[in-house]
């Protein structure tokens, strides 16, 4: 498996994934079925390079 899905927020449809190469990644997913309001931020990803971004971005949300 290339991913490991850790917890996902319900209320903002954000979702954490263990990467195998050792990152973390923080996905932002569309889940209405049509292309999102704003196509130009959703959906979208930011890559986290490690436990210490990963802790960085949960203490920031």
Known sequence: MAVRK???NEANDDVLVYLKDGRFACVHLV???HI???PSLY???EILLGLEAL???INAT
């Open 6 to 8: 850790l917890v996902k």
């Open 36 to 38: 999102d309001q704003q």
């Open 43 to 45: 959906p979208s990803c």
């Open 55 to 57: 802790q960085k971005f």
């Open 31 to 33: 889940w209405h079925g």
